[in-house]
C-alpha cells in the first residue's frame, strides 16, 4: 500500500496550492480518503473528507469555502485544492484513506507535504 502526498511549498498568503495524494496497491475507489493537517506543536486534524464516489465531502470549518476536496478514481488520485491560503493553514498535510467493513477497518497514510504561507 502506498500514498504519495506531491503539491506543497512556500505561497505568499492569498495564494493557492493544489495537493496530491497518488494511491497504489489498493482498490482506491472502495476507500473514502481524507486530508489531515498538522502544525508543529498541535495535534493533527481533520481539514477535509470526501467518500469513495466523490458524492459526499465535508470540510473544516476553517478552510470552509477556500478548500475543495475531490478525487479521480481512474487516476487514484485525491485532490485538495487550497485557495486564499493564510499563515495559519501552514502545516504538514496528510492524505488518508479508510475503508470499513463489517468487524474490521483498513487505514492508510501517506508520508506528508509540507505547505507554508508566508511573505
Known amino acids: 500500500v502506498q500514498l504519495v502526498e506531491s503539491g506543497g511549498g512556500l505561497v505568499q498568503p492569498g495564494g493557492s496550492l493544489r495537493l496530491s495524494c497518488a494511491a497504489s496497491?489498493?482498490?482506491?475507489?472502495?476507500?473514502?480518503m481524507s486530508w489531515y493537517r498538522q502544525a508543529p506543536g498541535k495535534e493533527r486534524e481533520l481539514v477535509a473528507y470526501?467518500?469513495?464516489?466523490?458524492?459526499?465531502?465535508n470540510y473544516a470549518d476553517s478552510v470552509k469555502g477556500r478548500f475543495t476536496i475531490s478525487r479521480d478514481n481512474a487516476k487514484n488520485t485525491v485532490y485538495l485544492q487550497m485557495n486564499s491560503l493564510k499563515p495559519e493553514d501552514t502545516a504538514a498535510y496528510y492524505c488518508k484513506a479508510r475503508l470499513e467493513v463489517p468487524g474490521r477497518g483498513y487505514e492508510y497514510w501517506g508520508q506528508g507535504t509540507q505547505v507554508t504561507v508566508s511573505s
Open positions: 496497491r489498493f482498490t482506491f475507489s472502495n476507500f473514502a
Open positions: 470526501i467518500s469513495n464516489t466523490g458524492t459526499i465531502t
